[in-house]
């Protein structure tokens, strides 16, 4: 069974946790179910792009799609031409290093298509730098599995009225859990509970 709530409860909203018990999560109707399980597949086929990805610290995956068809692809990586190593020491990347979102966004403007009205598939949380691309490129929607370690570029998605998805996967199943920014143990507890409470 998917649960969720409803979007306009979702997304970019503070909502606090208690709140969300409140409300429930309601049972999805079948169109929403149908763009889970799409988002869902989309989001599976990131997570294997990114293994394309030689960086250690950290392998992104990103589809853009539209119109049900994939536009455009990337991973985080070196631009064309320099080594494929991404990391400077143990602890910090190369400044040069693009990220996948910026990789599949400026694939796309070497193609006969456009970004303009796509859905960007994600594996983690679209960073700031990489936020303002996404704006700049038209993309209306973002779905996403993780949260990056900061959310401040989520925040701008929100801000612009794009729509940020984040699926969690849980049981084998994603599910649409609200957008907060907080990828705390403890928060994915407390979802837990609502979604138990909710059944
Ligand atoms: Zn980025």
New binding site residues.
């Given amino acids: 069974m998917f649960f969720g709530i409803k979007k306009e409860q979702i997304f970019c909203s503070a909502l606090d946790l208690q709140y969300l018990c409140r409300l429930k999560f309601k049972i999805m109707d079948a169109r929403e179910k149908k763009q889970l399980l799409l988002d869902s597949r989309y989001l599976r086929m990131t997570q294997i792009w990114a293994e394309n990805s030689y960086c250690r610290r950290r392998q992104v995956g990103a589809l853009l799609v539209k119109d049900k068809m994939i536009i455009s692809d990337g991973y985080n990586g070196t631009p064309a031409g320099f080594e494929n190593v991404c990391e400077e020491d143990a602890d910090h990347s190369k400044p040069y290093v693009l990220?996948a979102?910026?990789n599949a966004i400026t694939k796309v403007a070497r193609s006969n298509n456009s970004s303009d009205g796509a859905t960007l598939y994600v594996t983690t949380s679209?960073?700031m730098?990489?936020s303002k691309l996404i704006i700049q490129a038209g993309i209306r929607r973002v779905v996403f599995g993780e949260y990056y370690r900061m959310h401040d570029g989520v925040d701008l998605l929100c801000r612009a009225g794009i729509e940020v998805v984040h699926l969690w996967m849980r049981n084998g199943e994603y599910e649409v859990v609200e957008i907060t920014g907080d990828n705390s143990e403890s928060h994915y507890q407390e979802v837990e509970k609502c979604i138990a409470a909710s059944k």
């Fill in positions: 990220h979102e910026a679209p960073c730098e990489c």
